[in-house]
Antibody, heavy 115, light 109 residues
Framework: QVQLRESGPGLVKPSETLSLTCSVS????????WNWIRQPPGKGLEWIGSIYYTGTTNYNPSLKSRVTISLDTSKNQFSLKLTSVTAADAAVYYCAGVGNYFGYWGQGSLVTVSS | EIVLTQSPVTLSLSPGERATLSCRAS???????LAWYQQKPGQAPRLLIY???TRATGIPDRFSGSGSGTDFTLTISTLEPEDFAVYYCQHYGHSPPWTFGQGTKVDIK
């Protein structure tokens, strides 16, 4: 059974960089797509982007200029960096896999943006 | 970018009733690459349906999906108490970005 778990700071200052890591257990990163999705409090879901096990990435055009998703296959992890954050980036951030629809989800990581 | 519009926004029903949720796409969804998720408060979404009509592993058969092209439906044949939640559709068709509908909340009448 594949399990995902997000980790990272719960508080980020405006204009700084949000960094989160997703640790994958019970399976390999190989042959699958791995995604980041976010949900502002009380709102709907927004796909941020994905990375294939080969390292190929796709990003939501609305965030593309600020987003980087990377893989660390040695640690069975993938990561999200979002630069120049504002209050609009405050949300629960989920990692999800294993394809372009999402059968596995982490529990979510709440990120607050405040000075 | 494909925009998904779900209706109704809220559906008020009683346990035992049938729920019919709609998801309409702004353009045709390639090969019926449409998924449905259930989300309860404080929890991550759970995959119910993919490929418009295939139930994910462990999903009860009271959940069914149908549709093609631009119109898709999630039906819950007989509502159980644990089914009251928010439901989202998502397309994952020809090319990203993958988008979600705004959600339909099924609440207790």
């Amino acid at each position: 059974q594949v399990q995902l778990r997000e980790s990272g700071p719960g508080l980020v200052k405006p204009s700084e960089t949000l960094s989160l890591t997703c640790s994958v257990s019970g399976g390999s990163l190989n042959f699958y797509y791995w995604n980041w999705i976010r949900q502002p409090p009380g709102k709907g879901l927004e796909w941020i982007g994905s990375i294939y096990y080969t390292g190929t990435t796709n990003y939501n055009p609305s965030l593309k200029s600020r987003v980087t998703i990377s893989l660390d296959t040695s640690k069975n992890q993938f990561s999200l960096k979002l630069t120049s954050v504002t209050a609009a980036d405050a949300a629960v951030y989920y990692c999800a896999g294993v394809g372009n629809y999402f059968g596995y989800w982490g529990q979510g990581s709440l990120v607050t943006v405040s000075s | 970018e494909i925009v998904l519009t779900q209706s109704p926004v809220t559906l008020s029903l009683s346990p035992g009733e049938r729920a019919t949720l709609s998801c309409r796409a702004s353009q045709s969804v390639t090969s019926s690459y449409l998924a449905w998720y259930q989300q309860k408060p404080g929890q991550a979404p759970r995959l119910l349906i993919y490929g418009a009509s295939t139930r994910a592993t462990g999903i009860p058969d009271r959940f069914s999906g149908s549709g093609s092209g631009t119109d898709f439906t999630l039906t819950i044949s007989t509502l159980e108490p644990e089914d009251f939640a928010v439901y989202y559709c998502q397309h994952y068709g020809h090319s990203p970005p993958w988008t979600f509908g705004q959600g339909t909340k099924v609440d207790i009448k």
